[in-house]
């Protein structure tokens, strides 16, 4: 099989200096004592904390960098030693675990010593408990508050009363907050609210570009344009570059450029990625001419019920609609509407072992939606980061495989 | 002559089987595949053809399959183990089926159509058991070679004694209690057979017509009953079982060639 060289997205140059600014940003608040620094979850009340004046660290994006860049297999043994288990959240462990080294890939990136150190730690448990535990340690390790939002779990439709409980817990979490950073200021407040919807908004287009035939982005590429979606929301630098970004994909529609060359099939993904093996699974995608048009992975950055005029509420609602949170009738029925929207020829569920929350294959969900839709599918047994549940010789024969099957079909 | 050559390196062994264009098996061949795979593929091509008796010269198109499909340099195209067992099953056994295809490696359980077409498939995960490598574990452990495991199941007496345990590690670990307890070998060797059927089930809902394939059932025959037993239907084994991934790459083969010629 001759070598494909994937398609390469022109914004990536900026944003990669997007990027490097966010973490620059952050580290030069971490070292002036006049400004504060709060580690928020992926999914967590960030639109609070920059109302609040607080620069916003991911510790997820940290650790999916680790992930990416191959060291989070390296590191996870340390946090095993010290009694995380190898079975629980590879973020978790790998993060933990490169800190009790002094290892940041940030270092090698853009020369920062190490992570931030926080005021604050702050957490939503919408995406899972392990959030928790994980922010804890370093509350422990730093001896600073870790306050969180603890959200239901396997929500069926979104009653008022739930989101009532969430924002009474956002509303409760701000007068925490002004203990450390002082008062809220509103205007900042709905001003960080109504950027995060824009970028939103945003991402969301490109993402539906993926929905053109061919599509123009691949989910290998979202899960890399993803990062200011995650941790730039509610900034204007995210809002400019998905903008840039947005323009050079819709132009490819318009081209009818394809993401990949010839493709011949189109897959949703389901779960997380595998980070140490984003380019050898894209490039393997590529060669067979398949794209993985769209997953909901990627799309679990849409937050379009933000809303500046009710940013407590608006948050609590946006938050507690996440995909992850929901039950499996609900989940079931947005992969069915995202596989019609793409038009996609089968589903790749990834199993990752140390993910239960995003690993949608365990209770049938594969079977029950390949009825529902005559679609096929195939599970991937891997991790997010650790790379030692992952054997690249039965996921590369296995997507073969499936392809293969997809040709018969035909 | 025109041969269609068909080469399947596994992880444990490399096999080979040329056709002719009547699609009949002409010859096999079999050899470690160790730790070069290119070569292996070779030998085991160069003994199929010595069965023929033919020369590479007369092979018309090549197709490669297995873990090391990738490094037979002189094959036009690979396809999976996966679509190769279905092929060369349905060859065999030409209707609707499940192939149960267990190898050294890996098990796979694939759906096949009347027409020969691939529904479905799923492998086992990540873990030996349930694979020829955890039976010669096994055949290590108890100090004797695979085939005489079999041997050794068929004397078993006693069908109480089972190995439960998920992983190889811990089966191992539990062999050892086993025969603490004064245990006979005989019934560990059957009760390692056993888990390793066991494992077939958990992958998907087997009903109607099987075929087992692969090499643990060309060493281990008692394989096939022992499967009967835990699916609760009749198990079909190929003449050859452990070629049946060579076969359906040399069908591929002997496909290509024709394409080509008749330039569909």
Known sequence: MSEVKPR?????????????????????ASKDPARKVAWCTSVGPAELLQGFGFEVYYPENHSAILGATRKATDYIPHANAVGYSPDICSYLTADVGAFLQGYTPLT??????SVPRPDVLVYNTNQCRDVQDWFMWYARHWGVPCLGIQTHRNIGPVADDHVASITAQVERLATELEEIAGPLDPDRFRESVALSRRCSELWERVLCTGAARPAALTFFDGTIHMGPAVVLRGTQAAVDYYELLLAELEQR???????????????????????????????????????????????????????????????????TELFIVRDDAVKEDYIASMCEQYQVDGIVYHDAKTCPNNSNNRYGMPQRLSERLSLPFLVINGDLNDLRCYSEEQAKTSIEAFVEQLDQAN | MTLFAGIDVGSGYTKAVILDEGREVLGSGLTHSGANFGEAAERARDEALAEAGADAQQITACVSTGYGRSNVTFAEARRTEIDCHARGAYYHFPRAMTVVDIGGQDNKVIRVDATGRRIDFAMNRKCAAGTGSFLEEIAFWLKVPLDELNRMADRSTDASVTLGSYCTVFAKTEILARIREGVRADDLARAAIDSVARRVLESRVITGSVVLTGGVVAHVPRMKQTLEGVLGVEVDVPPSPQHTGALGAALVAYNVAESQQTGR
Request: some cysteine; overall charge neutral; charged content about 25%.
């Open chain 1, 8 to 28: 390469r997205i022109a914004a990536a140059r900026q944003m990669k200096k997007v990027m490097a600014d966010h973490f620059l940003g952050i580290d030069a």
């Open chain 1, 253 to 319: 529609v318009a081209d009818g450029v394809a993401a990949v060359e010839g493709e011949r099939h189109r897959l949703y993904w389901e779960g997380m990625p595998v980070w140490g093996k984003l380019r050898p699974l894209s490039q393997q995608f590529l060669e067979l001419e398949t794209c993985v048009v769209a997953s909901t992975y990627c799309n679990s950055w849409i937050f379009n019920q933000l809303d500046p005029d009710d940013p407590f509420r608006s948050m609590a609602r946006a938050y």
């Open chain 1, 108 to 113: 090698r990136a853009y020369g920062i010593q």
